[in-house]
């Protein structure tokens, strides 16, 4: 039954192999030495792995987990919490010179070559959702609109998202269930008291969803996502694995905490 060749490699070193490489950024070639096997069957073991630990979804509770943006906005209508939505770019290759797409992965915003994902985080910033990745010049609005999230809030349970000012318009869309930053209401020649006010809501707001900003930070410690090498198209499995790793680890700790 079955073809190829066989595996090397038992599944555990497969998996270890992996873990170590997201986690470190550890190349092919040390992992191949570091395992006495040729660097071909570590770029196997991780090609097969890596879309397993994507898979997974992330965390939530022992034996809990969202897999999909549906399962998330679900999961905050029962419970009540608040979640909190931002997008987060990884730094990628530049496409080669001729390719026809080469230009929708420069950033708007850091003018580099990325890919944008967009991250979902509760009120004490653990990653509920990890969205698959879009080339950097997506605009973060645009990429919740083509995830659904528009449709699920519209239609979905009475929950509360807050998100930056990348997001404005998206709570009119919703029914006010996306809460943004306050629209300035003078352009120019503000009174006084205005400037003071908009400033301690726009601080209020900030402070709230400033969550979303360490559940991002964690994840942007897996060496995999300082700046991915490796092909494009593996991104989305990289860092969709890393938020289910994380968001687990994020789980035993409250459990811990719980427990202590």
């Given at each position: 039954?079955?073809?190829?060749?066989?595996?090397?490699?038992?599944?555990?070193?497969?998996?270890?192999?992996?873990?170590?490489?997201?986690?470190?950024?550890?190349?092919?070639?040390?992992?191949?030495?570091?395992?006495?096997?040729?660097?071909?069957?570590?770029?196997?073991?991780?090609?097969?792995?890596?879309?397993?630990?994507?898979?997974?979804?992330?965390?939530?509770?022992?034996?809990?987990?969202?897999?999909?943006?549906?399962?998330?906005?679900?999961?905050?209508?029962?419970?009540?919490?608040?979640?909190i939505?931002?997008?987060?770019?990884?730094?990628?290759?530049?496409?080669?010179?001729?390719?026809?797409?080469?230009?929708?992965?420069?950033?708007?915003?850091?003018?580099?070559?990325?890919?944008?994902a967009?991250?979902?985080?509760?009120?004490?910033?653990?990653?509920?959702f990890?969205?698959?990745?879009?080339?950097?010049?997506?605009?973060?609005?645009?990429?919740?609109?083509?995830?659904?999230l528009?449709?699920?809030?519209?239609?979905?349970?009475?929950?509360?998202?807050?998100?930056?000012?990348?997001y404005q318009?998206?709570?009119?869309?919703?029914?006010?269930?996306?809460?943004?930053?306050?629209?300035?209401?003078?352009?120019?020649?503000?009174?006084?008291?205005?400037?003071?006010?908009?400033?301690?809501?726009?601080?209020?707001?900030?402070?709230?969803?400033?969550?979303?900003?360490?559940?991002?930070?964690?994840?942007?410690?897996?060496?995999?996502?300082?700046?991915?090498?490796?092909?494009?198209e593996?991104?989305?499995?990289?860092?969709?694995?890393?938020?289910?790793?994380?968001?687990?680890?994020q789980?035993?700790?409250?459990?811990?905490?719980?427990?202590?």
């Open positions: 039954m079955g073809a190829g060749a066989k595996h090397r490699l038992v599944f555990v070193d497969r998996l270890l192999a992996t873990l170590v490489h997201l986690r470190h950024g550890v190349t092919h070639d040390v992992l191949a030495c570091w395992f006495g096997v040729d660097r071909s069957t570590i770029t196997r073991a991780i090609g097969e792995v890596r879309p397993l630990l994507a898979q997974r979804g992330c965390t939530v509770t022992a034996g809990v987990r969202l897999r999909t943006l549906a399962e998330v906005v679900e999961y905050l209508g029962v419970t009540g919490e608040t979640g939505v931002d997008g987060t770019e990884i730094r990628v290759r530049r496409p080669a010179v001729g390719r026809k797409d080469r230009d929708k992965f420069i950033s708007g915003k850091s003018k580099q070559n990325a890919v944008k967009m991250v979902l985080t509760d009120g004490d910033g653990r990653v509920l990890c969205s698959p990745t879009t080339p950097g010049s997506c605009a973060d609005i645009t990429h919740a609109r083509q995830l659904g528009v449709r699920l809030l519209s239609d979905g349970p009475a929950v509360e998202i807050l998100a930056d000012a990348g318009g998206l709570g009119a869309q919703t029914g006010g269930r996306v809460v943004t930053p306050p629209h300035r209401k003078f352009k120019k020649n503000a009174p006084d008291w205005y400037e003071e006010l908009h400033e301690r809501q726009r601080k209020a707001h900030s402070s709230r969803r400033i969550r979303v900003e360490h559940g991002i930070a964690h994840l942007k410690n897996w060496r995999a996502l300082a700046r991915h090498l490796g092909h494009r593996h991104t989305s499995d990289t860092v969709q694995a890393i938020a289910g790793l994380l968001s687990q680890q789980a035993a700790d409250l459990i811990s905490t719980q427990q202590s």
